[in-house]
């Protein structure tokens, strides 16, 4: 069965840093992956996705993830982390072709220091 | 409406009640999700419809969990008796359907808390 791991229960760093939250997985082949952010007193957004294809996805307000298949990781990165980008953080994996379900991770809370 | 909408958004009842919580998913979504959240822990997979197919209840975490819906409109999650254990943000998300996970959109969630 699948499984995710997200070792940082909590990150914090100043504003203008770069950032990477780490995120490790548990499948049997390539599954889906993906990252969502969950801002205070909302729901969950989709920041991006792997499905196949080139290791390196882009996502949206300036994120990254590669996906690197002999560490079974899916690091999320943002070269210059805003205020505005503290909230907790889901790695997610899911299953091709066989379930829609979706397993998360225990999430990551990120605090900006200006 | 333009996302998906849960209610209400904050429960707060006693051991042993029931317990209704409502999702309306984003119109011409075939599918639906619930998860629960529990403080410092990440969202465990409870239930899954897929239009009329019967539904995924594998996560459900005991016969005191139910989940109902009504083609691919609201959906009712339904908690009896509650227990303290079961305090925690119940999140609904629905989707187009097709590839896993694709295109999920979340709702705000319910936070329910038994005292």
């Known amino acids: 069965a699948q499984s995710v791991t997200q070792p940082d229960i909590h990150i914090t760093v100043s504003e203008g840093a770069s950032l990477e939250l780490r995120c490790n997985y548990s499948?049997?082949?390539?599954?889906?992956l993906f990252w969502y952010v969950q801002s205070p007193g909302q729901g969950l957004q989709l920041l991006l996705k792997?499905?196949?294809?080139?290791?390196l996805v882009q996502g949206i307000k300036g994120f990254e993830a590669e996906f690197k298949r002999s560490q079974s990781s899916f690091n999320l990165r943002k070269p210059s982390v805003h205020w505005s980008d503290a909230a907790e953080y889901f790695c997610?994996?899911?299953?091709?072709?066989?379930?829609?379900?979706?397993?998360f991770g225990t999430g990551t809370r990120l605090q900006v220091f200006p | 409406g333009a996302g998906v909408s849960q209610s209400p958004s904050n429960k707060v009842t006693e051991k042993g009640k029931d317990v209704e919580l409502r999702c309306d998913p984003i119109?011409?979504?075939?599918?639906l999700y619930w998860y629960r959240q529990r403080l410092g822990q990440g969202l465990e997979f409870l239930i899954y419809?897929?239009?009329?197919?019967?539904?995924?209840k594998s996560g459900l975490p005991s016969d005191r969990f139910s989940a109902e819906r009504t083609g691919e409109s609201v959906s009712t999650l339904t908690i009896q008796r509650t227990q303290q254990e079961d305090s925690a943000v119940y999140l609904c998300?629905?989707?187009?359907?097709?590839?896993?996970?694709?295109?999920?959109?979340f709702g705000s969630g319910t936070q329910l808390s038994v005292l």
């Open positions: 998300a629905s989707s187009a359907g097709g590839a896993s996970g694709e295109k999920l959109f």
């Open positions: 119109s011409g979504h075939t599918a």
């Open positions: 419809f897929q239009g009329n197919s019967a539904p995924d």
């Open positions: 792997y499905f196949s294809g080139d290791t």
């Open positions: 499948y049997g082949a390539t599954p889906y």
């Open positions: 997610a994996v899911g299953a091709p072709r066989n379930t829609d379900k979706l397993i």
